[in-house]
T-cell receptor, first 113, second 115 residues
């Protein structure tokens, strides 16, 4: 069985603050993929990033960065200099040998102006 | 190109009625997934299709739920004898294949309310 835990239910920050969203996963598979999706208030989930289990290199894309650490089974997401448009629910997901994605419960990020 | 579309966007029905929810995936995507999302929760897997066949339906909660994808494109999720507990947003997603690396493209969802 696989499991994704996003312990932070809601995070509230003021614009320009940095914020990190935590994701911890469990799987018995040796080959798996981790994903982050964003669900803005409009409701449609949007893909942000994918990382495979053999690639622990951190990734940066503009104000977004991701830290994958197999030793702690974590795939955390950091937004630098947050903006109001970053307000959304963010989901971490895992896809392993069963090919069925497992999503976490999501973290609601509120960025205040 | 067009994204994933779902109809209707909202559906209100009475307990015991039958409903059909439709999903139009991105053209050329062979894999199609159905999820259910309750308030404050992540998407919960229901069923996925690879082509026309249901590759895994282990997430369907009971035999009142059924889905088809007869031509390998449009899919319909069917719920018989609806119950109040079926109220949720039903999401559809498609991906190029069902491979582990493939990201999913989600539709806007159908909000189902069972009175």
């Amino acid at each position: 069985a696989q499991k994704v835990t996003q312990a932070q239910t809601e995070i509230s920050v003021v614009e320009k603050e940095d914020v990190t969203l935590d994701c911890v996963y469990e799987t018995r598979d040796t080959t798996y993929y981790l994903f982050w999706y964003k669900q803005p208030p409009s409701g449609e989930l949007v893909f942000l990033i994918r990382r495979n289990s053999f690639d622990e290199q951190n990734e940066i894309s503009g104000r977004y960065s991701w830290n994958f650490q197999k030793s702690t089974s974590s795939f955390n997401f950091t937004i630098t200099a947050s903006q109001v448009v970053d307000s959304a629910v963010y989901f971490c997901a895992l896809k392993g040998g069963s090919y069925i994605p497992t999503f976490g419960r999501g973290t609601s990020l509120i960025v205040h102006p | 190109g067009a994204g994933v579309s779902q109809t209707p966007s909202n559906k209100v029905t009475e307990k015991g009625k039958y409903v059909e929810l439709r999903c139009d995936p991105i053209s050329g995507h062979t894999a199609l997934y159905w999820y259910r999302q309750s308030l404050g929760q992540g998407p919960e897997f229901l069923i996925y299709f690879q082509g026309t066949g249901a590759a895994d339906d282990s997430g369907l909660p009971n035999d009142r739920f059924f889905a088809v994808r007869p031509e390998g494109s449009v899919s319909t999720l069917k719920i018989q004898r609806t119950e109040r507990g079926d109220s949720a947003v039903y999401l559809c997603a498609s991906s190029q294949t069902s491979g582990r690396a493939d990201e999913q493209f989600f539709g806007p969802g159908t909000r189902l309310t069972v009175l």
